[in-house]
């Protein structure tokens, strides 16, 4: 099981650094459900345009610390990724609950784990505001069982063909 879940992930990162080496301008890369942040870090070490959301606000801040303390620039989001504008709430990082990891897996859990507010945001939105119009040559959607939503949430930006490559978790 492991030895799978490594895979994968090696496979994840090989496939983007062949995408930032096949572009000839920096990537434009949009890492949805960052976590602490190795895929946005690993890309923006790279020479990539980064933009990274993540619904726990303390992983947000362990991702803006680690780019700042690498010397790169990536555009950090504390938000939740969902196809409709709110504010939710969503388990602490670290609230010990069998039924979820925390974050948007917590969407919906019972309310014995210490919970936060978030405010949502959509693909689309994070997409625009910080490459305009440009498409995505990379998009990583890993939300923990959120990901219908979060992609509903990307229709604009895939319905325009707006994403050269990507990986849903």
């Known amino acids: 099981l492991v030895a799978r879940y490594l895979r994968r992930e090696a496979d ?3 496939a983007l650094a062949r995408v930032i080496r096949k572009t000839t301008s920096p990537a434009r890369v949009l890492d949805i459900g960052a976590n602490h942040g190795l ?3 690993f890309a923006a070490l790279r020479g990539a345009r980064v933009a990274a959301v993540e619904a726990q606000a303390t992983l947000a801040s362990v991702v803006k610390v680690a780019t700042l303390a690498n010397g790169v620039d990536v555009d950090v989001f ?3 990724i969902l196809d409709v504008p709110a504010v939710v709430e969503i388990a602490e990082l670290g609230a010990s609950n069998d039924l979820n990891e925390g974050g948007t897996a917590s969407l919906g859990a ?3 784990a210490p919970m936060a507010q978030v405010r949502t945001a959509s693909v689309d939105l994070v997409a625009s505001e910080v490459f305009g119009a440009a498409p ?3 998009l990583k959607i ?3 069982g959120v990901e219908i939503p979060a992609l509903r949430a990307s ?3 895939l319905g ?3 994403v050269r490559e990507g990986s849903v978790e």
């Open 110 to 112: 019972p309310r014995e």
């Open 160 to 162: 325009r063909g707006g």
């Open 142 to 144: 890993d939300v923990e």
């Open 136 to 138: 995505v040559d990379f």
């Open 39 to 41: 895929f946005a870090l």
């Open 155 to 157: 229709l604009g930006l």
């Open 78 to 80: 504390h938000n939740a």
């Open 12 to 14: 994840l990162f090989h």
